[in-house]
């Protein structure tokens, strides 16, 4: 490989390509954990129920708008699952200690992962981009596809609208103040369970769209649960659980060890993503821009 | 906890002395299907009792503890398939090298807690995964290591059982005593109150190391055995997939109970071989078990029984007062 100024570009393209899904994900488990002090393991399971959503939806209907539709349905479907679990399991265990929690959401992904097997099967499927989004551009004198550039968009915009969400809206205020003191909050008189549902529901949201917006990237099958969730469990925690722009820098940061890791070293990329982690861990336990743990 | 009264640890004993006998008995009127499956859970059951040592007497909430197997496992093929050693000298590695591990890895994670403390020993873990995955020329990668050889006298299935139950009985009275020594009731003070077991003048970060390096080394025992007994180690043993199996047995069976992880080992493997001849879909149940007992039973099958007989105790005794 010739390390020419293109291809340094086209591997800074590709790691943003992956950072935006990272970062989607990413932004959901960190919000969630963030104001319900949860970290939940399901979360992968969510983001592959979207993508089998979204290959449902895409293969189902067919046509030109079917991908736009799932892109609506499929985050809407896995907000619903969201809600169900928030309902059914979390509720009742937000008083108990961290290890029940761990162990309540990791017996969700052992149940999420043979539905998906009994309702979609074991084999792989693959959608391709939507015609208006197929073809690719020229980058550096190399083609590259515009759908990558329309996840990268897609991910800036929802960081936007996470600010806005976080810093401009009413439930943002709340959610703040959650974060912050949520027995306080209650105490003046807010209903935190509902605070507690939307979050959650908004987290599951966002796990669907990035399993929507991942479908056309590669082929969707099992498994595809436990791998993202360690990536985003990787990012959130090197970034600070419960921060946004520690998600974004570790979004960053981890799509960039992926693309010039695994062109450089492959063998080693996925060990050096986890030494990051484990040296962040040890220097700043609670992450680069997250707080320490009261 | 395990101890209390002087006539409940010498009824303790005897229940120990029964089951020891039954343990070596039970062979001799079963199938060969029931040995394989007992050598399997006696082998869980010393895994997941050093889980328990950290988990349920520390306090501290491990996802790792795959590693420490793992690498016991891996020390024991290596070390009999590659380089030709006596089995004996897998065995007497395979704690080491896990305990070397341990004490660095624990020693890190000390510097974190609750939450934080369960991360990093998760990602601690998930490094060495990689590492032995990727890492071809010694470890075999996703291959794994096949045939590891084992001595002619543990040619038997029943031989196996036997000595799986020898050393695993040797480890439990080993932590046994470990768990009632004065450094065991420090680390119990540590867990129920670390500020004024620190009052107290004991380094709680110096005893909580040396618990979690005393717990990788049985785990490293055990998962010598396991190579052994499977005859392979692969990487899919330090997954974190399988450090939530200590954890979902110790919980299972009750992790404030001696035998509670041991109890939860074999409710593990019987439910799991119950369910496979019957649904493709093992992880569903067990998923949903999981569930609802975290759910409803945060104290494990033995809390659970324990409890109900302190109720019927009290009842008989004309107590009108459940403790």
């Given at each position: 490989m010739t390390w020419d100024i293109g291809t340094v570009i086209l591997l800074i393209m590709a790691g943003l390509t992956r950072a935006s899904i990272l970062f989607i994900v990413a932004a959901g488990l960190t919000l969630v954990f963030g104001v319900l002090r949860v970290i939940n393991m399901a979360h992968g399971s969510l983001y592959m129920i979207g993508a089998f959503v979204a290959a449902s939806v895409i293969q189902g209907?067919?046509?030109?708008g079917s991908f736009w539709l799932a892109l609506v349905a499929a985050p809407l479907a896995v907000g619903l699952v969201g809600a169900v679990i928030e309902f059914g399991v979390l509720r009742r265990i937000y008083q108990a200690e961290h290890v029940v929690q761990l162990l309540a959401t990791y017996a969700l992904i052992l149940i999420f992962d043979d539905l998906v097997k009994m309702i979609w099967g074991a084999e792989y499927k693959s959608v391709s981009a939507p015609a208006a989004l197929a073809g690719s551009l020229s980058i550096g004198g190399r083609p590259f596809p515009v759908y990558n550039l329309f996840v990268i968009a897609w991910a800036l915009i929802l960081a936007a609208a996470l600010w806005l969400l976080i810093y401009r809206t009413g439930l943002g205020r709340l959610i703040r103040a959650a974060v912050e003191d949520s027995e306080m909050l209650e105490a003046l008189g807010v209903n935190i369970p509902r605070i507690f549902s939307s979050v959650f529901i908004i987290g599951a949201f966002l796990a669907g769209l990035g399993g929507v917006l991942v479908a056309p990237l590669g082929s969707i099958g099992l498994g595809m649960d436990v791998s993202i969730l360690i990536e985003a469990f990787v990012v959130a925690v090197i970034g600070g659980l419960g921060s946004f722009p520690g998600a974004l820098l570790g979004a960053g940061i981890i799509g960039m060890m992926f693309s010039f890791g695994i062109t450089i070293a492959p063998r080693m990329a996925m060990a050096f993503v986890f030494l990051a982690m484990v040296i962040v861990l040890i220097i700043r336990p609670w992450g680069l821009f997250g707080e320490p743990e009261r | 906890m395990a101890g209390g009264s002087n006539s409940v640890w010498r009824s303790g004993w005897l229940w120990a002395g029964l089951a020891v006998v039954g343990l070596a008995l039970y062979p001799q009127f079963v199938s060969r299907y029931y040995i394989v499956l007992s050598t399997e859970v006696v082998i869980l059951a010393l895994l997941a009792t050093s889980y328990n040592l950290i988990f349920?007497?520390?306090g501290m909430v491990s996802f790792g503890h795959a590693a420490f197997f793992g690498l016991g496992a891996y020390a024991m093929a290596i070390l009999t398939?590659?380089?030709?050693?006596p089995m004996l000298v897998g065995l007497l590695a395979a704690p080491v090298i896990a305990a070397a591990f341990a004490f660095v890895i624990g020693w890190f994670c000390m510097r974190t807690i609750r939450l934080y403390f369960a991360l990093l020993s998760l990602a601690f873990a998930q490094l060495l995964y990689v590492i032995v995955f990727q890492w071809y020329e010694f470890?075999?990668?996703?291959?794994?290591?096949?045939?590891v050889p084992r001595p002619e006298i543990l040619a038997s299935h029943a031989s196996n059982y036997y000595f799986a139950l020898a050393v695993t009985i040797l480890c439990m009275l080993v932590m046994w005593f470990i768990v009632n020594s004065p450094f065991g009731w420090s680390l119990r003070a540590i867990r129920e109150n670390t500020q004024r077991s620190q009052f107290l003048g004991i380094n709680d970060r110096f005893y909580k190391v040396i618990a979690f390096t005393i717990a990788g080394a049985f785990a490293g025992v055990a998962g010598g055995l396991y190579a052994l007994f499977q005859k392979w180690a692969d990487p899919e043993l330090l997954f974190w997939t399988t450090s939530a199996n200590p954890v979902l047995m110790s919980i299972l069976g009750g992790m404030f109970n001696f035998v509670g992880p041991s109890v939860g080992a074999v409710a593990f493997v019987a439910l799991r071989e119950i369910i496979k001849v019957r649904t493709d879909y093992w992880p569903l149940v067990l998923g949903l078990v999981l569930l609802t007992l975290v759910l409803v039973l945060p104290g494990g099958i033995v809390g659970f029984v324990a409890e109900k007989a302190r109720y019927l105790r009290s009842a008989t005794k004309g107590g009108t007062q459940a403790p």
């Open positions: 209907v067919g046509g030109a | 349920g007497y520390g398939k590659h380089y030709g050693n470890t075999g990668g996703s291959d794994g290591i096949q045939g």
